[in-house]
């Protein structure tokens, strides 16, 4: 037995990257998973996946993080279904453009709308449900929510935005038992920067930064906490300083 074993866990941005790789490591784990995400194709046969390898129970909720209305059933779903929710994983994200200067309005919106409303939207629908479990809510959020991204100031912004965010619902929820957490890490190879150009996963060689399972492994040990909380964990590719 292990210590998520029949726990049930909302993952949000399940359909790739990160969220994949912590779908298939949580239902590793015994974990029953509510996924989230707007490829319902790519939800369903992953939910196959992990049903016939694992004996564990899936429920695929495609929802667009952007909408309120949504998000909130969706995580009413997936409390009845599981009869609760235990874990909550606000993975769902994504980065748009770079030069502040060119930044179309849509760019600036896609990012604000998806990392930040989404965030919020999620957060405010299932603090009712984590403080009924005592459970973990946990954010991805990023080296660039730790330092500036001359890159890309918005996405940074938007990520320091999450960290502030869920570092001061800890100091509203914590003593209800509400753990909350935020995983930061450096490039992964996973499709993110695909919608600009090339995929993390295609621009960057195996070895050369983090894998999403390493990723993955992180977020299981934040959602497997079942007294303390892993207030922050950094997972860096091990050349991030140099130079710095
Ligand atoms: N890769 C990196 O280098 C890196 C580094 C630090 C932090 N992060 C963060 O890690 C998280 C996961 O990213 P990833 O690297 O795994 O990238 P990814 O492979 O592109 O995955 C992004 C996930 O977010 C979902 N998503 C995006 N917009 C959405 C929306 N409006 N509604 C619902 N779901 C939405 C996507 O699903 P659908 O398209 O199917 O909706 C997909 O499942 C993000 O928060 C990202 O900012 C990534």
Known sequence: MTALADQSVLLTGAS???????????????????????RKERLTT???????????????????????????????????????????????GLGRGSSVEDLSTEEYQAMMDTNVDGSFFLTRAVIEHLRRSEGNLIFVGSFAGKYPRPFNPVYAASKWWVRGFAMSVAGQVGEDGIGVSVINPTEVRTEFGSKDGTAFEDRFEPGEVTEPEEVAEAIAFAAAQDNSTVNELDLYRRDKFSGW
Do not use: C, K, Q
């Open 46 to 92: 992953l939910a196959d996946e992990l049903e016939a390898s694992h004996d564990i129970e899936t429920l695929v909720v495609p929802t667009d993080m952007r909408e309120e209305a949504a998000v909130a059933e969706a995580v009413d779903r997936t409390a009845e279904t599981f009869g609760g929710i235990d874990v909550v994983i606000s993975n769902a």
């Open 16 to 38: 790739s990257g990160i969220g994949e790789a912590t779908a298939h490591a949580l239902a590793a784990d015994g974990a029953d998973l509510s996924l989230l995400a707007r």
